[in-house]
């Protein structure tokens, strides 16, 4: 079951995306990668919200070439050190 708990993601766009795409990204961090590809890197609230994110990335004609889940903080970890949730996306 998906987790509707705030995580860390990194999204890759290929090429060059002005910062100040900023807000259009509901605050995510843009950044420049040194392939020049674009990193928005930040919390997202629930998986509602990232998919909002990728629809972004889709409406803007944007070539998404990763989505990475960041490890969580050590205070979100479970007694064994890992993650909460971790569950990978679907292949389509």
Wanted: proline share 11%; net charge negative.
């Amino acid at each position: 079951m998906p987790s509707n708990k705030p995580a860390k993601y990194q999204i890759t766009i290929q090429g060059p995306l002005d910062p100040r795409w900023q807000p259009w990204f509901d605050g995510l961090a843009v950044e420049t990668d040194r392939d020049g590809n674009t990193l928005l890197t930040g919390e997202v609230p629930d998986q509602s919200a990232l998919h909002g994110l990728l629809a972004r990335v889709r409406d803007l004609g944007l070539v998404l070439l990763s989505l990475r889940l960041l490890p969580a903080p050590a205070d979100q970890q479970d007694d064994r050190g890992e993650e909460e949730s971790s569950h990978p996306l679907p292949a389509g």
